[in-house]
């Protein structure tokens, strides 16, 4: 960003900071009304827009709970086509829940996913609907201050500290660096994966966390694909950047085609992939656009083509102490933990 840009948008980002402080304040000093729930709740969440790894994480908790627990999940459903509360079912779609809920909903079919926009009734409502429910985790809800969760994950891309970014729309923060005192535990995301303890040091001085936070480092893990030559890699994410890199690696060539984040396709769109799919052997998206693709043409077009990128979230050396956390929390504030 250049110089002049920085001076221009600055004033905005001021602006916009002071209102977002504002509103925190209210919360804090209970002006504004903060509802919390029996149930124990865990909200995955970020200061910034985009592009921290929300979904992998919230799969991640998934896989760790549900095996001991009944768990469930929790989505606005941003991009969606519906409103108020919805249960994911076998004839949903991303143009109905949204594509990381349909994302997760694919992947975890036997777990409780719905959208609500109104947190505190969505939580409500899976109560209601699921009486032994033992826990809800919350994807993308550290704004949503009219719930009070009972522990909060804040999520921050190792390469864009939040303590290094500036607000909207001078950087990419949509909340104040101040709110990340809520965090419980608070996870540095796409690490390099062989992270030296200097390189860890050096991230933890920078974050200057209270005694209370648990600070963890965490990477993300791709699942190998045998191609059968250099892809086309089609993305509709906020950062496709690390997964082009993954691909790089293996195929230098791999050409990118990105989309904004959540990229509605349009039939000119298609048609824009499909054109440029003809000079490549294969074609790779990534699972969350996959959700979006999946009833076009295109994805008959290509057939075979077509290859799907997974991810995982991967906590390497933290592992241990990150799922303690987690289940001590459960465990302890659970009524249901015991049946």
């Not at 550290?142 to 500290?161: A, D, E, F, V, W």
Request: charged content about 20%.
């Amino acid at each position: 960003m250049s110089e002049t840009l920085k001076f221009l948008l600055a004033p905005i980002a001021w602006i916009y900071g002071l209102v977002v402080w504002i509103r925190n304040l209210l919360y804090d000093e209970h002006i504004l009304y903060s509802a919390q729930v029996s149930i124990p709740t865990i909200c995955v969440g970020n200061l910034a827009v985009g592009g921290t790894g929300k979904t992998p994480m919230t799969e991640y908790l998934v896989s760790l709970l549900s095996e001991q627990y009944k768990v469930a999940v929790l989505s606005r459903g941003y991009g969606r086509q519906t409103n108020g509360f919805r249960l994911a079912n076998e004839q949903d779609t991303a143009q109905t829940i949204g594509d990381e809920p349909m994302q997760i909903h694919t992947r975890f079919p036997k777990i409780p996913v719905a959208v609500c926009a109104d947190r505190v009734k969505g939580v409500k409502r899976l109560k209601y609907l699921f009486p032994d429910i033992q826990c809800v985790i919350l994807d993308d809800a550290y704004q949503h201050r009219s719930l009070r969760c009972g522990m909060y994950i804040l999520l921050t891309p190792y390469n864009r500290l939040y303590v290094h970014d500036h607000m909207l729309p001078w950087g990419r923060l949509r909340d104040v660096p101040s709110q990340s005192i809520r965090a419980n535990v608070v996870v540095v995301t796409k690490c390099p994966e062989h992270m030296q303890p200097i390189d860890r040091r050096v991230v933890a001085n920078a974050l200057q966390l209270p005694s209370y936070q648990q600070l963890v480092f965490s990477h993300i893990t791709y699942q190998p694909l045998s191609l059968p030559g250099t892809p086309l890699l089609v993305t509709g994410i906020a950062n496709p950047q690390p997964m082009l890199a993954y691909l790089r690696e293996q195929y230098p060539n791999t050409e990118l085609l990105a989309f904004p984040d959540h990229h509605i396709f349009t039939n000119n769109d298609l048609e824009i992939i499909r054109a440029k799919a003809e000079n490549y052997i294969c074609v790779v998206t990534t699972e969350k656009d996959y959700m979006r693709l999946q009833h076009t043409a295109l994805v008959k077009q290509l057939g075979n083509k077509l290859y799907v990128q997974t991810i995982k979230t991967d906590f390497g050396m933290d592992k241990e102490a990150f799922d303690r956390a987690i289940r001590l929390y459960i465990s302890e504030n659970n009524r249901n933990s015991k049946h």
